[in-house]
């Protein structure tokens, strides 16, 4: 069974740093896109970055900021935070389409991490 354990959430002061972890585990084909969304309470669960396919994406809150990156033999995405700021509060979700045949994509989602930031 494929599932996405992510790790690296904390609390940390504004301006600080933190790397958030995505491993995949399972039995997969191929990972096509791999990415980060947060929901800050109270608030919709928002795209943060992304990459595969595509390409790679930033949402403007954090372009600048932040950066995914993967580990392809690992099956791993990161997500390197820096100059963080409280409104970067919030859980983080990692989220993945992935090939499991050569003929069918599945999406999956990590149980979150949750990233606090003091002011």
């Known amino acids: 069974q494929v599932q996405l354990v992510e790790s690296g959430g904390d609390l940390v002061q504004a301006g600080g740093s933190l790397r958030l972890s995505c491993a995949v585990s399972g039995s997969i084909f191929q990972i096509r896109n791999m990415g980060w969304y947060r929901q800050a309470p109270g608030k919709q669960r928002e795209l943060v970055a992304r990459e595969g396919t595509g390409g790679t994406y930033y949402a403007a809150a954090v372009k600048g900021r932040f950066t995914i990156s993967r580990d392809g033999a690992e099956n791993t995405v990161y997500l390197q935070m820096n100059s963080l700021k409280p409104d970067d509060t919030a859980v983080y979700y990692c989220?993945?389409?992935?090939?499991?045949?050569?003929?069918?994509?599945?999406?999956?989602w990590g149980k979150g991490t949750l990233v606090t930031v003091s002011s």
């Open positions: 989220n993945a389409d992935i090939r499991l045949t050569r003929y069918y994509d599945e999406e999956y």
